[in-house]
């Protein structure tokens, strides 16, 4: 079944090639520039999408092994996650018991107890309070009530998923439109994680919209990889999760003359897939193919966010494959840090003056329309029944 969806998309894609045609969205829509720069837009960004949605926290390969931990913040919430000894990844906000404290440090690797830094008391891998220092001079307490808050998460498609909020009910069917079962074909679970570095940048959608944006490659990337690429693309939706692909793509050009038995899942899976609010998977050919899976996530103001960038690949790195993979990753470093959020924090800077009221997206920009168009409708949901209602009207959509 996804196999067939991801040989239709091909197919399209070889149609437009053969054409050198292009799909476009039916019009040019204004976006109000308050969305970027109005803090009062931000809380409600946060509350109703960040701290609301489900997230992917982390591809998996960040907890290769059981014992594996990752502590992070996302949407400023901090975060633990946890591979328990039973191979579970369980997710819990990053708070001691006691008082409050912050566990774990942000940071990675494998530990066998999570101990607060303030008062000593320790959490085991599945958050259960373990431990409580001078425990008879602290006075009697229920141990069972007091471990780690956890989170709703669930592991699919090589990624951590998970809310924000402890009460939530993950409902990835209703989020992911059957995205997961297409996503898989990336083959991110079985991969390894080969590097990892962190980026900060502007206002997360400023951000954001570079990701869904092949329109500037050319041109903000003449220096970097971008000279020789085309600024065209087609856009697949399941809800608001989007995949690009350049109708023009070379691998794709290349299945003309192939037979359709020999269109594998990794010349079938190029582009860049993205996941709402944050996530894009783009690969690198570094003599094997590399995954750069970039979790982005609200920095802890209106013009602010971070980008923890994880680097993954399909095979074990030798030491000299191990020196081309870090060489590529110093490179997408200064294409990412240096060319897109520089230019994004220039624009934050820009927009911030109040000088346009609106920003715009053209009929080839479709993929930075349906975000916006998501995140509005989700920023208008003031309760659960009509967020109900918004995912209810989500769709798989591919451009024809
Ligand atoms: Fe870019």
């Known amino acids: 079944m996804t196999r067939a969806d991801l040989v239709a998309m091909a197919q399209r894609t070889l149609a437009h090639a053969r054409a050198g045609t292009a799909p476009l969205a039916e019009s040019v829509v204004e976006v109000p520039t308050r969305t970027y720069v109005d803090p009062n837009q931000w809380a409600l960004e946060m509350d109703r999408i960040w701290r609301r949605v489900p997230l992917v926290l982390a591809p998996s390969v960040a907890l290769p092994e059981a014992g594996s931990y990752v502590a992070l913040d996302v949407a400023e919430v901090p975060v633990l996650l946890s591979r328990g000894a039973d191979g579970e990844v369980r997710a819990f906000v990053n708070s001691c018991a006691h008082r409050g404290a912050i566990v774990m440090e942000e940071g990675h690797g494998i530990a066998r107890r999570f101990t607060c830094p303030y008062h000593g008391w320790s959490y085991d891998q599945d958050g259960a309070l373990g431990g409580i220092l001078d425990r008879e001079a602290f006075g009697e307490i229920e141990v069972d009530c007091h471990g780690l808050t956890a989170l709703p998460c669930e592991e699919r498609a090589g990624f951590v998923w998970g809310s924000l909020d402890p009460q939530a009910e993950l409902d990835l069917d209703a989020w992911l439109l059957g995205y997961d079962d297409v ?18 940048g502007p206002n997360w959608k400023v951000a954001y919209d570079g990701y869904l944006d092949f329109y500037h490659l050319p041109i903000l990337h003449k220096d970097s990889f971008g000279p020789d690429y085309s600024n065209k693309a087609c856009y697949d939706a399941w809800g608001p999760h989007q995949r690009l692909l350049q109708p023009d793509d070379r691998v794709i050009a290349a299945l003309d003359t192939m037979p359709e038995d020999d269109w594998t899942d ?32 609200p920095g802890s103001a209106v013009g602010s966010s971070r980008t923890v960038q994880y680097f993954l690949a399909p095979f074990v790195p030798d030491e000299e494959q191990q020196r081309a993979i870090d060489k590529r990753i110093e490179f997408l470093l200064g294409v990412v840090r240096d060319e897109d959020y520089a230019t994004g924090l220039r624009i934050q800077r820009a927009l911030a003056t109040g000088a346009k009221d609106h920003v715009l997206f053209g009929r080839n920009e479709a993929g930075g329309q349906r975000f916006h168009e998501w995140v509005e409708a989700l920023v208008g949901a003031d309760d659960a029944a009509a967020l109900a209602s918004v995912v209810a009207t989500a769709d798989v959509v591919h451009q024809p």
Do not use: N, Y
């Open 183 to 200: 996503l898989d074909h990336l083959g991110l679970a079985g991969c390894h994680l080969v590097g990892r570095q962190e980026v900060a």
């Open 266 to 297: 990794e010349k079938l899976t190029g582009g860049v897939w993205t996941v709402f609010p944050g996530i894009s998977v783009a690969s690198f050919d570094v003599g094997g193919r590399m995954f750069m899976v970039s979790v982005l996530s």
